[in-house]
Every structure is written in C-alpha cells, then in structure tokens.
C-alpha cells in the first residue's frame, strides 16, 4: 500500500499506550548482562518437538474448543504437587491459575485490586514491568527502605504508621523477598516471619513476586511460601523453567474466580442486563 494511502494513527494514541519495541525486538548482543538469558545451546529442542508432538497426538483435537480460562487442569496439578512437595505451599490446582508469564500474572492482579491513587507499598527499589504496570494504574507507590536482609521492618511499620497519619489506608504489599530485582539479596527468613507479623497486624495483603523462585533452594532449603497470592515466572530466563509461562498461586481460592474473569475477558466487570440484551440482538443477527 503506497503511504499517501495509509492511516494515520499520529494523534491517536491512548495516554496508556508504551512505546512499540523493547527488549524483544531490538539486535541481539553477544553478551547481554541486563538480562539472565540461557546459552541457546541448552535448550531441549528435541525433547520439546517430540513432547509436543506427543500432546498434539493425545489431545490435540481439545485445541478446536476454548480452554479452561484458568489453564489446563492436568499442568494446574502438576505446578500444586510440585509447590508442595518442594515448597510445602499446600495448594491444589484450584488455586492456581497459568499465564503467559508473570508479567501478565503481574498485571493481572495490579488491574484486579488497584484504583487510581491507592496506596501500594513495595521496596524502595523494584522491577521495572511491576512499575509500569503501577503506573498504568494510577497507583500512589511508596518505597521501604531495604537492607541486605530484605525490608527493614522498623521502616516498614515507620511508613505504614506515616500513610494513616496522611488519613491513607494502604492496599497491599508487593514485595519480591527471592533473588530481588535490581537489589540482588534473598529476604532472610526472620526477616520474611517479621514482615508478615506487621502486615498482619494492619490487614494488609503481601503480593509476593516470585518470579526466579520456583524450584528454587537457598542454602539448601525450599524456600516456603510467604504472599497471600504469590506468583511464578517459568520463562527461560528464570533459573527453573519451561521456557514460557508463569502463574499465580492464591492462598484464598476465592480470588481465583475473579482472576478466570480478567484472563477470559480481560475485565472482571459483571454483566448487565443491558449486555445480555445486546448479545441476545447480536446473536439473533447472525
Ligand atoms: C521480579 C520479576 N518479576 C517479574 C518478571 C517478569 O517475568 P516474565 O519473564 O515471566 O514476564 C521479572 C523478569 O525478569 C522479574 O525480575
């Protein structure tokens, strides 16, 4: 199509929209430190072709129907047995919910719980997707201060006592306590008992951004769980993974439902009359 025929789109774009590119498709360098990327040379390739093959056989016909909004039931329990042999986490796969990654995990849950100007707190220096996707939101993000061991827990109960005084009720907490993204540090395990104990006390749920923690051991032991909705990344590059996908494993299962809601319809609003209206002309048209 010559340009002079083309649309333009100049002017017309939301203020949420980013920027088309990043990392993906930008030349690949040699090294690239910014990111954990595997050495290609490891990938099973192999083994991936014939497992897909093998699925493609056994329950390829399945593709020509919707799938369970939640993910594949048979994938859900293999991810619950694992968290719980592993993690001693407890979960069934009616608490999990698989997504493309936890970047969509991450979103997910900022859309499903955030208003704009709510209060989330989160340490002073986190992932640059959570980031964006607060902002996206409109969420009012306050920073912890941190040390090598984590959240510094006076600072945490300091800044939650600093927000009632500002007359603001925090959300929740977002906190990534393994293999923290930039800090580097692992949250000690008193420190993870102490934050708990404060969160607790002012009824505040911990989103716990596992994303480099599954299948994961420090100091030789299985790191439990920690958030009240925790989530995975199996991406390839995370120290465990499956290449792609992630998910997010729920401590209530009551939230799963909603979370059904935002991955089939991308909103988790109920619907009205008027659009049960709507879908019975549309139908009645075709
Ligand atoms: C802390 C943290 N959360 C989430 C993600 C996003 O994970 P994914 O690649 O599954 O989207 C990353 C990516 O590295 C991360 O470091």
């Not at 083994?47 to 048979?74: F, H, I, N, T, W």
């Not at 994938?75 to 968290?83: D, S, T, W």
């Amino acid at each position: 199509m010559a340009d002079s025929e083309r649309f333009s789109y100049e002017g017309l774009f939301s203020k949420n929209s980013v920027a088309v590119g990043g990392r993906g498709s930008a030349p690949r360098p040699k090294y690239d430190f910014a990111v954990a990327y595997p050495d290609p040379e490891t990938l099973p390739l192999d083994g991936l072709a014939s497992s897909l093959k093998e699925a493609l056989d056994r329950e390829g016909k399945d593709l020509a129907y919707y799938p369970d909004p939640a993910g594949l039931p048979s994938l859900r329990r293999l991810v619950a047995e694992k968290l719980t042999r592993d993690r001693n986490m407890k979960v069934d796969q009616d608490d999990v919910v698989l997504t493309s990654g936890s970047g969509e995990a991450i979103g997910m849950l900022i859309q499903a719980l955030t208003d704009p100007g709510d209060v989330v707190l989160t340490e002073e220096f986190f992932y640059l997707g959570t980031m964006r996707q607060m902002r996206r939101f409109g969420t009012d993000v306050v920073g912890v201060k941190c040390d090598y061991e984590g959240i510094i827990p006076q600072e945490l109960e300091a800044t939650l006592e600093r927000q009632a005084g500002l007359g603001k009720k925090v959300k929740y907490l977002y906190t990534i306590p393994t293999f923290q993204n930039p800090l580097g540090w692992t949250m000690t395990l008193e420190r993870r008992k102490q934050v708990l104990d404060i969160t607790r006390r002012h009824g505040i749920p911990v989103i716990y951004d596992a994303a480099h923690a599954f299948g994961v051991t420090v100091n030789s032991q299985p790191i439990g769980t920690f958030g009240d909705v925790t989530m995975f990344s199996f991406h390839a590059t995370k120290p465990f993974h499956t290449i792609e996908g992630g998910c997010l494993v729920f401590a209530d299962s009551g939230l799963k439902a909603k979370f059904e809601a935002l991955k089939r319809a991308g909103c988790s609003i109920a619907r009205s009359p008027a659009d049960l209206g709507l879908s019975l002309k549309a139908s009645l048209k075709r």
